[in-house]
């Protein structure tokens, strides 16, 4: 494939016209949305009404009259359609991490007798982390198995199957219906974690009959750096279901400051503080770039994206290997390369932006709202230049910084 | 006093210049920074920089280039000396209610054996929530008595005292040195919650030497509504006590990405998931409108203002009982009216911005940085007139509306 012919492609692209819903900077290759996504071009006027005429003018009325107060439900109305959830099974807020422990603590006490959180040893460590921490203060084990062994391992001690949708490394797409139907069939729940597939590929959360998920907000969803994440309670559970993080916005009637916790009705109850205000509207402002977009439209374009970044890069650089699955994944590859820390920040400083992952791959990602076929093509020219002419060897690139 | 002579008192007020920090609409005496703070005027542009410029321009390199991943600890360093803690002792992220949970169940593992967390019945209702929902966890028990009770209710099963300074209803303010001692003397640790204190007034968390805080990014703090929240865990402690939502940013290592939690040294081990970073930035912006500030003339203003409130209505309002003590007291005030609601909302109509507490009660607080003395005698000037004319009595003031 040619520069021009990549070009076609863009000029025939149904989404092409989402690319000026974003600020890109100029000469610069963004191939790392599935870490931050690009600044959308409703931003910035979003969060400076919401702090000069809603927090400045308003004031504290502002909670009733821009209804601040129903943000979390609002949100998680608006990202339900990109996750294949209904109205009323989403909220938003708070951090991946917290909402994992929500619900991981939910999901343990709704199945009395069963100890076992089961996830993958590859997962995200986050996902792990809190898993772990919740076992700590509750008696619950994590348990960890290799992804393909995980179907096997579900057991009549499972309280809840936790994984990752779309590995955050490998980039490998875990079969949501089949997995989800085996951990029912032992009687478990099954929680996903959407963060690196919510707002890149097609997700089903009630086609494949999930109970849980949480996803992130700042990734695909274009919400800002750190921007609250989500989490999703499939309706028929939500009663049955109790945060453990039990703040009073999660409360039947936070106003009437009672002195005992009755949980609210619905997806509320997973509420726990306030939410910053600020951070929401930046989120909605985000989840606003997929207005009028079919899910099954992004998921073609980023598999068009991806499939041909791979055959260029295997045309093109052969000191690269895939280190991706070539069948199910999500929207971004990884390739390994002995120095591939000098590689990425050689590649950064020629204005094409992935990142690094231990231990040795690089990694970029294909955003279908911005990232086009001739970024693409673009992205892997200087990738070969560079390795072409050993320009990425030079002793600043292999000066370590901490990164994200 | 006529308002000549408040207007006088305004003009010799050391932090009269303060008010220039702020944009506070025209026609308007906000008198609930207790509950939001009003908007810097460094706001606006904070966070336009922060998007535009940082995420917009530099995208994922700014955790680095802007130490995005530092704003935690840096924000932490930058309270500190508002609540008498040292560098390296206090930490921004999360909400009040998430923090509290990391707290108090890091408190009871570091209380082996002992199962209470002792709190005041009349305690702001997330800490009671959030105890109640630590103990279906745990099976920790959260025992409440009244105020006066606290001190003798400590026993040998107390792990952990957990009381806010002032209260969020009548502002009564707890001796923070008596009863952390009484605490101690027990074998408990002691949390106290700042939300209604930190920025307001005195605070001296070492001198006391408190165990563990919490507080809120959002009241006097100026952080901006749902700014994310505080916590302080004294020097010497933080080795003993572990998160139990041990997220990846409070690993030693976070971006190692290893398979077990091993948490960081010092305060960032109480980090969970990534923060808000343009929440961050406005919390900044709020948190240096006490550039220069002593936290003693803070305390005196704060005083002072609410010794005048109280003096007026006590001449002009007959109608309104205080409900708030004549002694000990942080910077808002309460007084009982039978028809409080509707007198807060003709008030509001009125321009003079307060809040309604269940049952009976108006609150108005004076956040020393913004509020003056004429700010003062103008409001009950309105109040004196409102109850004199019976207007307040209004139909429309009676319909109910959620507030905050």
């Not at 992004?298 to 290997?321: G, H, M, Q």
Request: glycine share 10%; with cysteine.
């Amino acid at each position: 494939m040619t520069l021009d012919e990549a070009l076609a492609l863009d000029a025939d692209d149904p989404l092409g016209h989402c690319r000026d819903r974003f600020i890109l900077p100029e000469g610069i290759i963004y191939l790392d949305g599935n870490s931050l996504g690009a600044l959308p071009r409703a931003t910035v006027g979003a969060i400076a009404d919401t702090a000069e005429r809603q927090w400045g003018g308003d004031l504290i009325a502002s909670w009733n009259k821009h209804d601040w107060i129903g943000a979390p439900q609002r949100l998680g109305d608006q990202i339900a359609p990109l996750v294949g959830a209904s109205p009323g099974e989403v909220l938003a807020g708070d951090s991946t991490s917290v909402n994992l422990f929500k619900l991981l603590a939910a999901a343990l006490r709704a199945r009395p007798g069963r100890t076992t959180i089961l996830s993958e040893a590859g997962n995200f460590p986050t996902d792990l982390y809190i898993a772990q921490g919740l076992g700590r203060l509750s008696g619950a084990r994590l348990r960890t198995v290799e992804a393909e062994a995980v179907e096997a391992a579900i057991g009549c001690d499972t309280a809840v199957v936790m994984l990752t949708h779309v590995d955050y490394r490998s980039g490998r797409r875990h079969d949501m219906v089949r997995l989800t139907a085996a951990a029912h069939a032992a009687g478990a729940l099954m929680l996903w974690d959407l963060s690196h597939s919510a707002g890149a590929v097609l997700v089903d959360l009630n086609d494949a009959r999930a109970d849980l998920a949480v996803g992130c907000g700042y990734k695909y969803l274009n919400g800002g750096p750190g921007a609250p994440a989500f989490l999703f309670v499939a309706e028929a559970l939500q009663a049955q279901l109790q945060s453990p993080l039990s703040g009073w916005l999660g409360h039947a009637d936070p106003f009437a400051f009672e002195p005992d916790y009755r949980p609210a009705p619905g997806i509320s109850r997973f509420q726990a503080g306030t939410p910053s205000v600020l951070a929401m509207a930046a989120l909605e402002a985000g989840v606003a770039t997929f207005a009028g977009i079919e899910m099954a439209s992004l998921e073609a374009k980023s598999r068009r994206l991806s499939d041909l970044f791979i055959a260029l890069v295997e045309e093109r650089c052969p000191e690269l290997t895939l280190a991706s699955p070539r069948g199910a994944r999500g929207s971004h590859l990884v390739f390994a390369h002995p120095q591939a820390y000098a590689l990425m920040q050689a590649l950064i400083a020629r204005g094409v932006i992935g990142d690094f992952r231990e231990p040795d791959l690089v990694r970029f990602g294909f955003a279908p709202l911005y990232n086009g076929y001739a970024d693409v093509w673009r992205a892997v020219d200087i990738l070969a230049d560079l390795l072409g002419s050993r320009s990425w060897d030079a002793p600043r690139f292999h000066q370590r910084q901490r990164v994200t």
